[in-house]
Structure formats: structure tokens, C-alpha cells
């Protein structure tokens, strides 16, 4: 159940499945005979200078793929010198979280239903010396993801006999579920006073996120929110410019790995199209980016960085820390190879380096 809680996504997971698929139309470019002896994948998001183009994006109920899960991932990125997205629905609360970060703090936001909670949650988010706020803009209603009604993965847990029989050919991580205890809803408990409970784990987050928050409401959150903000879940040019608009640092261009609207298309299909409409602002990109390939074509395509969501989940939930690390460590090597194979040095000089296949127009997929 908790596999098919991180692999699973909305609805038949069309949109799941052309967010790997769209990748075979983008082509990389290689280059030879140039001179890539010494190169970086250093560059800079926000201001901030990080190790790779790379961000390890938010994911709600790590606890349940590994004890402490979020704890996991922040202590990897905080070695990686990357950005981890700490979640509204982290299974840690922001104190113990606190003692793990490093210094690339973001958070990412779930727009509370009540405004006078909301201006206490940003007070707290901000007090911990989170700097980069990510707003999530495409769960105005939860995503119907049939592998967790299917497997009745709800919050608390349900100990039906099938969950039963589940944890009881996964030993280790019945285990751990054991020493650490089920994962609860921490920072939302924590805000809210009490264990957040419902039938699944969307139900829940539809409980206390408000579905009414639109464009004009970002001013309100602008004005609450001295750091950065950012829009995650966009994905046309007319999101970009009203992006622009509201005063937003940056975007994530994201159909949440398609676990919300499946039908929509892929993120790396939007993505020149909605670059060209950001101008300055940065663009970060999710959904579906498996390989350190996949991140040059995202570069390629003018992305100022990678969100991961699965990729690092699964070596999670493999292995926990050391697995986290390893995943990273094959993105990271891979893209290095792929940008070098296309006689770039750096992540600047990665720009442009695509085709996109001549079988099929991105805009046409
Ligand atoms: C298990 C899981 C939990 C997620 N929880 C959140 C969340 O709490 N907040 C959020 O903004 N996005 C959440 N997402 C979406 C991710 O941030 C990201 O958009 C998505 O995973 C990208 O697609 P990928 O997994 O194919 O890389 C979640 C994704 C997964 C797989």
C-alpha cells in the first residue's frame, strides 16, 4: 500500500505515463572535440548557490516509505547542498526538522482554509529560517488516486486484513512502523492541536485546504510572506504571465506527477512555452524526471532547476538515508556525463541543447 501510495497517481495515471513518455520527443544534443576536462553543475536558485540544478521537491507522509523519512531526505540535501522542500503534510514537526536541515530551508504551503491560522502557520515557517515559500496551486480539490482507495490507505491507518497480510511480507517496514510509530500528520497536528484524520490521505488535506484561495488572494499571501515566493503546479504561458503579475519569484511547473488532473499533459511539454511568458522569473520544473538525463533536457529547454518527487522517494524507501543519498548520486552522475557528452561545462552552457524529435512536434504530442 505505501509503494502504491508514492507510485500511484489520479485516475487512469494517463498524465503519470505521458510525463515519461513526453521525454523520448526531446532530444539532447551531442557535441564532441570540445574541451569538457573540467566542468560544474553548480548554479544558483534564488540567490542561493547550490551543488546541482536539483531540488529535492515536497512530499507528504515520508514517515510512512521510512521511520523519520523527511528527517532522511533533509540530512541528504543538507550534504548535497541542495534545497529540500519540507511539506505542509511532513510527518515531522518543524522543530525536529529544525536540527536536521541545513541551510537551504524551503517549505511548501497548503493554503489553510482559516486566515488567522495561516498567518500563524507563515509566522512559524518563517521563524524557522525557512526562506523559499512554495505555494501549492493545483490541489483546489484532492486528486481521486484509485490505488489508495483500492488499498484503503487512510489516515489512521485501517488495519483491515489485507493491510494485515501487507505489512506482514514487508517485516522490515513493519518494523520500523513499530520502533517509529505510524506516521501521523505532524506539522498540521502540531498547528492544529490534535491528529488530522480522515478517510484517505486527500481527504484529509481537503478537510483544511481551502478551495476558494485564487489569483487575487496571492496579494493577501504576498503581503504576509517576506521571503521568496513561489507557484508550484503551473503550467501554461497565461499562468506565467499572471505569475509575473502577483509578484511571484518563481514557478514550478508541475501536474503533481500527475496525481491531480489526469488528462493533463506533460510538464516537459509546457515547459518552452511557459518559459518564454516567466522572463526573469525562475523556473523550476517536476513531474516525471527520473534520470540525470531527463534534467539536461530540462535545462536544455531553459529550466532554471529539477524538482524530484518519486526519484528520491524510492531510494527512501529502499534504503532510507544511505538510499536517498544514492539516488541523488546517480542523478547527479548522470547529468554530469549527459552534459559533457553535449560539450557543455556548464549548466549555462547546457542551454539550448536540444532537438525535439522530428516524428513528433512537442506541441503536437
Ligand atoms: C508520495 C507523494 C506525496 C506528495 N506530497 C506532496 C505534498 O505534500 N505537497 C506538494 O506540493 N506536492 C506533493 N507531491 C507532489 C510532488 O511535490 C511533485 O510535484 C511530484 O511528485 C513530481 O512528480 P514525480 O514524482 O513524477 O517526480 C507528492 C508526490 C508524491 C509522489
Not at 263 to 272: D, K, N, Q
Request: hydrophobic fraction near 45%; glycine fraction near 10%; charge should be neutral.
Amino acid at each position: 500500500m505505501v509503494f502504491d501510495y508514492i507510485d500511484g497517481a489520479a485516475g487512469e495515471e494517463l498524465t503519470a505515463r505521458r510525463n515519461r513518455a513526453a521525454f523520448q520527443h526531446v532530444l539532447l544534443k551531442p557535441e564532441v572535440l570540445v574541451d569538457v576536462s573540467t566542468r560544474s553543475s553548480r548554479t544558483r536558485l534564488f540567490g542561493q548557490d547550490v551543488a546541482m540544478p536539483l531540488v529535492i521537491g515536497p512530499t507528504g507522509l515520508n514517515g510512512a516509505a521510512w521511520g523519520h523519512g523527511d528527517l532522511c531526505i533533509a540530512r541528504v540535501a543538507a550534504r548535497a547542498n541542495i534545497p529540500f522542500v519540507m511539506s505542509t503534510a511532513a510527518t515531522v514537526g518543524m522543530r525536529e526538522m529544525d536540527a536536521a536541515a541545513g541551510r537551504l530551508r524551503w517549505f511548501q504551503l497548503y493554503m489553510l482554509k482559516d486566515r488567522g491560522l495561516a498567518t500563524e502557520f507563515l509566522k512559524q515557517i518563517a521563524s524557522y529560517r525557512f526562506d523559499v515559500l512554495q505555494l501549492t496551486v493545483d490541489t483546489a480539490v484532492g486528486g481521486r488516486r484509485n490505488r489508495d482507495i483500492r488499498n484503503g490507505f487512510t489516515l489512521p491507518f485501517r488495519w483491515t486484513m489485507a493491510n494485515l497480510v501487507d505489512a506482514a511480507r514487508h517485516a522490515r517496514w513493519a518494523l520500523q512502523m513499530a520502533r517509529h510509530g505510524v506516521p501521523t500528520l505532524k506539522v498540521f497536528a502540531d498547528l492544529l492541536g490534535g491528529a488530522a484524520q480522515g478517510s484517505t490521505i486527500s481527504d484529509v488535506m481537503q478537510q483544511q485546504i481551502s478551495a476558494s484561495f485564487s489569483w487575487s488572494d496571492i496579494q493577501w499571501l504576498r503581503e504576509q510572506w517576506d521571503g521568496k515566493l513561489v507557484l508550484k503546479g503551473l503550467t501554461t504561458p497565461t499562468h506565467a504571465r499572471l505569475a509575473r503579475e502577483v509578484g511571484a519569484d518563481g514557478a514550478v511547473v508541475s501536474n503533481h506527477g500527475g496525481r491531480q488532473l489526469d488528462g493533463a499533459g506533460s510538464t516537459i511539454e509546457m515547459l518552452p512555452a511557459f518559459r518564454e511568458s516567466a522572463h526573469d522569473m525562475t523556473v523550476l520544473i517536476d513531474s516525471g524526471f527520473r534520470t540525470g538525463v531527463d534534467i539536461a533536457k530540462a535545462i536544455a529547454l531553459g529550466a532554471d532547476g529539477v524538482q524530484l518527487g518519486r526519484a528520491t522517494l524510492y531510494g527512501l524507501a529502499a534504503k532510507g538515508e544511505p538510499g536517498v543519498a544514492r539516488a541523488l548520486e546517480i542523478l547527479g552522475h548522470e547529468f554530469d556525463l549527459a552534459i559533457a557528452l553535449c560539450g557543455a561545462r556548464t549548466v549555462e552552457e547546457m542551454r539550448g541543447r536540444y532537438t525535439i524529435s522530428e516524428s513528433r512536434h512537442l506541441s503536437e504530442l
